[in-house]
Structures are given as structure tokens and as C-alpha cells.
């Protein structure tokens, strides 16, 4: 009975973790790996901004539609000696407002332990040098999955709707999207089936609309279309399709590497919904966070030295939030019927 007891306890060396709490930039190494770790984020896919405390405004510059003679204006011995701006410019803000976020996770180190040990201490690097390192990157990277989706989809926390790039209420549909950091993106709706050869159609309805209602865009470094794993894949099966040319099954023996529409790149976010694409610049997305200031924090609690469990609690705290720079240099293709 004794040994059955105290088998969950029973390693080579007993793991003794010192419970800590790290704050402001002690926490980065953990709390950027929850906050950076989202594939839209650690690709640079979108632009992001630390170092935030509650909010932040995204101011830019534009040419307005009409007024004055324009930014060009006749020179030569007729020309104006005084300068005759004629209200051509004009600048747009945006508020970025951030979203408190924490994590509250309970692991059992007799269940981690052994597939730690078994991975190997002496990789070089593979691995943290400590234990208590290992528990806390591991609940980050858990964290930051579940981050990538909140970024696209909203709803950052359980109580309050909260604005992702597409939606805010974690499901896309037209409500959601209207309550989005795109909301005023031109949309496109398109009929076009889930197949390879359908996918093909989305991308052309798109790109057509970005040519009609948003040219200028297209010219901006970084332009692209945002979509997420089922578009991807489709879009793959459909070039494969497309270039077959009579081959049969040797359609799909093909390695295709950086796909691009038209030249233009496609950028993979698994947090991104189905029957959705994107088309923007990467500057044009912001992704802000409180990295870098004091009010970040990861904790590590050995609760197993208190109630005579082999728990140990980590919990974090960090804030982030997305917006648009400029609210109308987009498209948004959507598949909702």
C-alpha cells in the first residue's frame, strides 16, 4: 500500500520546483512566448506594437478625395509665389485597445516529468535547463495556440465580446464581422463551392473587387491575401488541378512551395475561419501587446508543497488587442450562404 502511495512521487531524483513569481521584463521570455508564438504574429504577417498599457492610436495620412486643385500644381511664371495647400491631405486615427488576458493552469508534475526526462536533458538547447522553465514555456505555447485564433475571431475573454480582425464574438458570421477591426473593409460575398477549382473562383471574385473599389492597395509593400488552413489547402488542390494538363493522378505529385495569386503573396493563419479570405498589406493589420512594461507577469506555484497534491499552478497575466490602420484598405471575401 505504501509503495502504491507513493509511486506518483517515485523518480530518481524528486523534482523540487521553487515557486516564483516574475514580473515585467523577468516575465518576457514567458509571457512572449504566449503573446508572439501565434503563426500570424511570429510570421510578421501583421505589424505589432509593444510596450502599450491600455490603448494606443494609429494615426496616418492621406490625400482626400476631392477639394483644392490637388498635391500637384502648375508651376512656371503664372505659378502661385505662397503656398496653396487646398486641404488635400487629411489623417485618420484608429484606437488599438487592449484586452486583459490571464492563464490559470494546474499540471501534475508525475504526468510531465517522465516525457521531459525522456526527451533527453543534453540536446543542446532543446530543452530548458530547468524543469520549473519547461512547465512555464509549455503552458505559453498551449496559450499562444489558443491566441491565434482570439486574433482573427475575438472574444479575448469569457465575459466580454472583443474585436478580432474578422469577428468579435468567436464565431464568423455577418454579425461578428460587422463588430470587426475590418468591419469597414469593401466585402465581397461569393457562391463558389469548397472544391480546389471553387477556391479558384474565391480568389478571382476577391481579387476583382480589390482592383475595382481598392487599386491602390495592391501597390503597397506587403500586400497579400490572408486565409486560413481549409482555403489554403483548396487553393493548393486547385492549382494541382489546374495544371494537370490530362496527367491523371500525377496532378497532386507536385511540391508546391510559396504559393502566390498572381504574384501576390498568400499568407497562412491557422486562426483565420473558413469561407473567409483577406486582402490587405501587412502594415495595415496591428497586433499590440504589453510586452516590455510592468504589467506582465508569470507565476509558478508548487502547490504540492501545501495541500499534498503533485500539482503545480502557473498562471500569467499579459494584455493584447488588434486594430486596422487605415479602416478602409482592405477586402474582405466572405462564403456565408
Keep these: ?41 511570429a510570421k510578421n504577417y501583421v505589424r505589432t506594437i509593444d510596450g502599450l498599457t491600455k490603448s494606443a492610436v494609429v494615426n496616418n495620412v492621406g490625400t482626400t478625395a476631392s477639394g483644392g486643385t490637388g498635391i500637384i500644381q502648375p508651376g512656371g511664371t503664372g505659378a502661385a509665389c505662397s503656398f496653396n495647400p487646398g486641404d488635400n491631405l487629411e489623417t485618420t486615427e484608429q484606437v488599438l485597445t487592449l484586452i486583459d488576458l490571464k492563464v490559470q493552469e494546474q499540471i501534475c508534475r508525475a504526468t510531465v516529468f517522465p516525457t521531459w526526462m525522456g526527451q533527453g536533458m543534453d540536446r543542446n538547447g532543446d530543452l530548458p535547463n530547468s524543469f520549473s522553465d519547461f512547465l512555464l514555456s509549455t503552458v505559453a505555447g498551449a ?44 466585402q465581397i460575398e461569393t457562391l463558389a463551392l469548397e472544391t480546389g477549382a471553387g477556391t479558384l473562383t474565391f480568389f478571382a471574385d476577391v481579387f476583382k473587387k480589390v482592383a475595382e473599389d481598392k487599386p491602390g492597395i495592391m501597390s503597397k509593400p506587403g500586400f497579400g491575401f490572408y486565409v486560413g488552413n481549409q482555403i489554403y489547402s483548396l487553393y493548393l488542390a486547385g492549382l494541382a488541378e489546374a495544371g494537370g494538363n490530362g496527367m ?61 497534491s503533485d500539482n503545480v499552478r502557473i498562471g500569467m497575466k499579459f494584455a493584447v488587442g488588434v486594430q486596422v490602420g487605415v479602416s478602409t484598405d482592405g477586402v474582405v471575401g466572405k462564403n456565408l450562404a
Excluded: H
Excluded at 502511495?5 to 520546483?17: M, S
Excluded at 486574433?151 to 472583443?162: A, E, H, P
Excluded at 460587422?178 to 473593409?185: E, G, H, L, Q, R
Excluded at 503573396?265 to 499590440?288: D, H, Q, W
Design 1 to 41: 500500500m505504501s509503495n502504491k502511495l507513493n509511486k506518483k512521487r517515485n523518480f530518481a531524483d524528486d523534482i523540487v520546483i521553487t515557486g516564483d513569481t516574475y514580473a515585467g521584463i523577468q516575465a518576457l521570455p514567458y509571457v512572449t512566448a504566449a503573446v508572439k508564438s501565434p503563426d500570424t504574429v
Design 143 to 186: 496559450a499562444g495556440q489558443m491566441l491565434e485564433n482570439s486574433i482573427w475571431l475575438g472574444k479575448f475573454d469569457q465575459t466580454n465580446n472583443s474585436a478580432g480582425f474578422v469577428s468579435n464574438s468567436g464565431v464568423f458570421d455577418q454579425t461578428g464581422l460587422d463588430a470587426s477591426a475590418c468591419k469597414d473593409f469593401p
Design 248 to 308: 491523371g493522378s500525377m496532378v497532386t505529385n507536385q511540391n508546391i512551395i510559396a504559393p502566390s495569386y498572381l504574384g501576390y503573396p498568400i499568407y497562412l493563419c491557422p486562426g483565420m475561419p473558413s469561407k473567409c479570405i483577406v486582402a490587405t498589406y501587412r502594415e495595415n493589420l496591428i497586433f499590440g501587446s504589453n510586452l516590455a512594461t510592468d504589467y506582465t507577469e508569470a507565476q509558478l506555484i508548487p502547490t504540492y508543497q501545501y495541500d499534498g
